[in-house]
């Protein structure tokens, strides 16, 4: 185990993409988003980001989750994993540019699942680039598996395994709304009565879990509910969980520099 503590940050799919469309990026949230990363100057700190409207519309179409049933799904699992490195490829593009030193590492090139669960890590070029003080990059993917063949892993599993594999103290989840709340904000029905969870040790987390809804839409990895589960390993690892809204301006700037910022943290106890 590394002895080194990093900072995980997770940009939501929800954030830098539009949801409800096809390959829709919001590059002016990416772009912002970038000048935060190396305005807050954090060193070994791993960033992570979701699939959005680039991952989860072709992996729904194609069952890719799923595993492989058909020679019908390969073409499917490469438009995939290739829309991840689209979007991958605009992050990219925008950190750099900010003067960021990201490198990008493909999940499907250095890891694979078993049933879904991530089962081999080449941990080496990420370790080695760390401690140059490069920021790594890592994103969803469409990745091989021993078992089912291929499936998606999600970037909130790889957050979770990258915070116990390196000792992560925060991880950051940067999503669309301003944190977890009692029922989902942007459901019409719960919409006007749903409360904001400033604070909540994972215990509590454990019991509220049962009572979110997993979404219904396009999405494949479980939206909040998934990722919460995904979440629990890293939590009882002892690493602290901020999400917060990745749409306001500053509000991951300053989760990155440890200040008090709305959102909802989640502690061990
Ligand atoms: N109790 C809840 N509190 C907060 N958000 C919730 C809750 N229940 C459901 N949600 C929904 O979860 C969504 C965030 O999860 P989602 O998986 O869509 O985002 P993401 O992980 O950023 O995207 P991606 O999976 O593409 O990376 C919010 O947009 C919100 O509508
Ligand atoms: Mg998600």
């Given at each position: 185990m590394s002895q080194v503590e990093s900072v995980i940050l997770k940009i939501g799919g929800s954030a830098i993409t539009d949801k409800s469309g096809e390959l829709e990026a919001k590059t002016q949230v990416?772009?912002?988003?970038?000048?935060?990363?190396h305005?807050?100057?954090i060193k070994q700190l791993i960033l992570v980001h979701g699939g959005g409207s680039f991952g989860h519309p072709s992996a729904k179409r194609n069952s890719i989750k799923?595993?492989?049933?058909?020679?019908?799904?390969?073409?499917?699992?490469?438009e995939t994993h290739h829309f991840m490195t689209v979007l991958n490829g605009l992050v990219m593009d925008s950190l750099i540019m900010h003067g960021v030193p990201a490198v990008s590492i493909s999940p499907s090139s250095c890891m694979t699942t078993e049933k879904g669960r991530i089962k081999t890590f080449e941990k080496a070029?990420?370790?080695?680039?760390?401690?140059?003080?490069?920021?790594?990059?890592?994103?969803?993917?469409?990745?091989?598996?021993a078992k089912i063949g291929f499936t998606i892993l999600s970037g909130d599993q790889i957050v979770s395994a990258l915070a116990v594999q390196f000792n992560a103290r925060r991880i950051i989840m940067?999503?669309?709304?301003?944190g977890l709340y009692d029922a989902d904000p942007k459901d019409p029905k719960s919409q006007k009565t749903a409360k904001l969870l400033p604070q909540i040790k994972l215990v509590e987390l454990r019991r509220l879990m049962n009572t979110i809804a997993r979404p219904n839409d396009a999405d494949v990895t479980g939206g909040m509910s998934g990722k919460l589960a995904e979440l629990l390993p890293a939590l009882d690892h002892g690493a602290s969980v901020t999400i917060t809204?990745?749409?306001?301006?500053?509000?991951i700037y300053k989760a990155l520099k440890g200040e008090l910022i709305?959102?909802?943290?989640?502690e061990k106890g």
């Open positions: 990416i772009d912002r988003l970038a000048e935060e990363v305005k807050a100057n799923e595993g492989f049933r058909n020679p019908n799904q390969l073409i499917g699992f490469a070029p990420l370790k080695m680039l760390m401690k140059m003080d490069f920021l790594p990059v890592l994103y969803g993917d469409a990745v091989a598996d940067g999503v669309d709304v301003d809204n990745a749409l306001k301006p500053d509000r709305e959102g909802t943290l989640i």
